[in-house]
């Protein structure tokens, strides 16, 4: 089983400038994503014990030729999947970590659709380059370094530290894909690749591009000057260029 091999990254840096707007935030998508998967981890284990296989990966692994043949569902399917406790512990850790700051940033939508269609981007990639079956939430968390990376580099004038943070994000990647290339390692670096171009394609034109406003107290305040609207935008045009890609393969095949 190629099982992706899990990331952490620095959460996102408070702005330096005037504050955003303070208030509570629960970051609600990142704890349903994390108990989503361990849900499903858990159900994988209980398959495992109850029938000796586990189905769900049997059934939802990145498994080239089964969507080739129709289970495009494999695409998405593996981002909730793992292959061993380190694999989904690893991997959760980077999502707790990282996943809070992005999604106050994000906005809970346009956070969800960067989580998919980073996940997606790098299952088609994985489809295209690497013969081998792989899961793991890898694909996601990489395309969520990558617009960790893009908020960072686009809003730097309100971030402290922006070009330190920059390098620990370029560090975390290198090192990533370095031990990827081990010998005897079964990491989907296509994968990996693919969720960084696949969350740097939705990040750069539909991520959060911050000024300062003013609130009705004329107090200042950060303020997205994109909004999400556009982020559904992207996020179709990605869909359809990589449903494109899958089709023209299986045509091709």
């Known amino acids: 089983m190629n099982a992706q091999q899990p990331d952490s990254a620095p959460a996102s840096s408070g702005p330096s400038g005037p504050a955003r707007q303070a208030s509570a935030f629960t970051p609600l998508v990142t704890y349903v994503l994390l108990g989503f998967t361990i849900l499903v981890y858990i159900g994988q284990n209980l398959s495992q014990s109850m029938y000796g296989v586990d189905l769900l990966t049997v059934y939802g692994a990145k498994v080239n030729q089964a969507i080739l043949a129709g289970q495009l569902w494999r695409l998405v399917t593996p981002i909730f999947l793992h292959g061993s406790i380190a694999h989904i512990g690893f991997n959760m850790y980077a999502l707790f970590i990282l996943g809070p700051g992005l999604e106050r940033a994000y906005g809970r939508t346009r956070y969800l659709l960067l989580y ?3 996940g997606i981007a790098g299952n088609v990639v994985s489809f295209y380059f690497s013969p081998y079956a792989s899961i793991g939430a890898s ?14 580099y686009r809003n730097r004038q309100f971030v402290r530290q922006a070009r330190s943070l920059l390098f620990q994000l370029g560090l975390i990647v290198v090192v990533n894909l370095f031990f990827g290339l081990a010998p005897g390692t079964n990491i989907d670096n296509w994968g990996h690749l693919g969720g960084l171009v696949g969350g740097l394609a939705f990040a750069w034109p539909g991520g959060p591009l911050l000024s300062v406003g003013m609130m009705p107290t004329g107090q200042p305040v950060l303020m997205d000057r994109t909004g999400g609207s556009r982020a559904w935008v992207v996020a179709l045009v990605e869909t359809v260029v990589l449903v494109g890609l899958v089709v023209l393969r299986m045509v091709n095949a």
Request: proline share 0%; net charge negative; glycine share 6%.
């Open 116 to 118: 998919f269609i980073s």
């Open 139 to 152: 694909t996601s968390l990489f395309g969520l370094v990558s617009a960790e990376a893009v908020f960072i």
